[in-house]
Nanobody, 120 residues
Framework: QVQLVESGGGLVQPGGSLRLSCVASGSIFSIYGMGWYRQAPGKQRDLVAS???????AYADFVKDRFTISRDAAKNTVYLQMNILKPEDTAVYYC??????????????WGQGTQVTVSS
């Protein structure tokens, strides 16, 4: 059993910052990569940022130069530092992990999501 638990969401004013965290726990053998997705009401879930086990990162164009993804491999934790937030960043943010369990099964896991609301 694997769990991903996000934290750090909330209400912030435009131009503000938030830091999201996601901890993966349970029957984990190895993590190949982790990422953050977001989904606004009535819209599809989009990739925001990702990071591989080697530390390579990728970002959606709409967050480049504003968001930074990082990880603490020893803690199976990924972070998303979000700066210069805009109202259009309002969404539920989901953590994703591509990992292999101790039963050697490889698959993607999702967290339950954390709400980010950018509003004055």
């Amino acid at each position: 059993q694997v769990q991903l638990v996000e934290s750090g969401g909330g209400l912030v004013q435009p131009g503000g910052s938030l830091r999201l965290s996601c901890v993966a726990s349970g029957s984990i053998f190895s993590i190949y990569g982790m990422g953050w997705y977001r989904q606004a009401p009535g819209k599809q879930r989009d990739l925001v940022a990702s990071i591989t086990s080697g530390g390579s990162t990728a970002y959606a164009d709409f967050v480049k130069d504003r968001f930074t993804i990082s990880r603490d491999a020893a803690k199976n934790t990924v972070y998303l530092q979000m700066n210069i937030l805009k109202p259009e960043d309002t969404a539920v943010y989901y953590c994703n992990a591509d990992l292999r369990t101790r039963h050697l099964t490889r698959r993607n896991y999702w967290g339950q999501g954390t709400q980010v609301t950018v509003s004055s």
